[in-house]
């Protein structure tokens, strides 16, 4: 099925995104004794055939039943192998963590990350195919599951996004979501930032480790005591978190997981809470 320009997509990478990614991308590998074969695909229309993917849910290999959606390759992204296979090489370059460090710092300097107070909350989705990082829902009749932790400002951008099983306790990954947090340039030269004044959590991170674990870090904690506070009445902060939630399951690839590789969720996991806190740089326009 060809498409033509009227019936393409929009542009799903801004060109301010685009100018943080260039310099991280890695060298082209040279080609094996000098044979240059079948010209390398452009290296954003691959990202814009990632994102794509990500967006809508489609199968790596072949459209989905129906042809609800084209193929990435009918699109001029390249073929959905190269665009996985671009996906797993810049994970392992450490690309997709550069670039969500670099937004970050854009947005720090353009002082548009809140950090009087941080949110953190879970999210399970099924796996349906099971693989790493994977575990029993117990909320969903045992189902093999994942669940994405994430640590938002106060205005609800991703910080962090840590993946493990869903049968993990949310108050296991408060810790490595803080400690795996990287710091984050202000404005002028002061020291870069790695954490909020105060976290914001429900019930299920109420316990000795978890407050412990902040006041060390000199965090203020705002936790839902169980049998004694309600929830609610911190939901008037926290509702910013769900709110990311959403936006991070509206990227179908991730509502319903379908890649069994660790390597290859994670990418896209990261990929997604840099797109979500790509919305807020400033345009060039």
Wanted: hydrophobic fraction near 35%; glycine fraction near 10%; include cysteine.
């Amino acid at each position: 099925m060809a498409i033509d320009a009227s019936t393409r997509p929009r542009q799903l990478i801004s060109d301010e995104l685009w100018e943080l990614l260039k310099p991280l991308l890695p060298a082209p590998p040279p080609a094996p004794r000098g044979r240059t074969g079948r010209p390398r695909r452009d290296d954003r229309a691959v990202l814009e055939g990632i994102v794509f993917v990500l967006s809508t849910g489609i199968g790596w290999a072949k459209s989905p039943a129906g042809g609800r959606y084209p193929h990435p390759a009918e699109l001029g992204y390249g073929s959905g192998w190269t665009c996985l296979r671009r996906l797993r090489q810049w994970q392992q370059a450490g690309v997709w963590e550069e670039l969500h460090g670099a937004v970050l710092d854009r947005l720090g300097q353009q002082v548009l990350l809140d950090w009087s107070r941080a949110c953190i909350d879970s999210v399970s989705v099924r796996a349906k195919k099971g693989g790493a990082l994977t575990g029993p829902n117990p909320t969903d009749r045992g189902k093999l599951g994942t669940k994405y932790h994430l640590l938002v400002t106060a205005d609800g951008l991703p910080l962090n996004v840590v993946l493990s099983g869903a049968n993990r306790h949310d108050s296991m990954l408060l810790a490595p979501l803080l400690d795996g947090q990287r710091a984050v340039k202000g404005v002028g030269r002061g020291r870069p930032r790695r954490r909020p004044v105060k976290l914001h959590a429900d019930k299920g991170y109420d316990n000795r480790r978890c407050r412990a674990y902040l006041r060390r870090r000199g965090i203020t904690a705002r936790i839902a005591r169980i049998g004694i506070e309600s929830s609610q009445r911190l939901g008037r902060h926290r509702w910013v978190v769900e709110r990311t939630i959403g936006w991070l399951l509206s990227y179908k690839r991730l509502a319903l997981r379908y890649d069994s590789s660790a390597r290859t969720i994670t990418a896209l996991a990261r990929l997604a809470i840099t797109l979500i806190c790509a919305r807020r740089l400033p345009t060039t326009n």
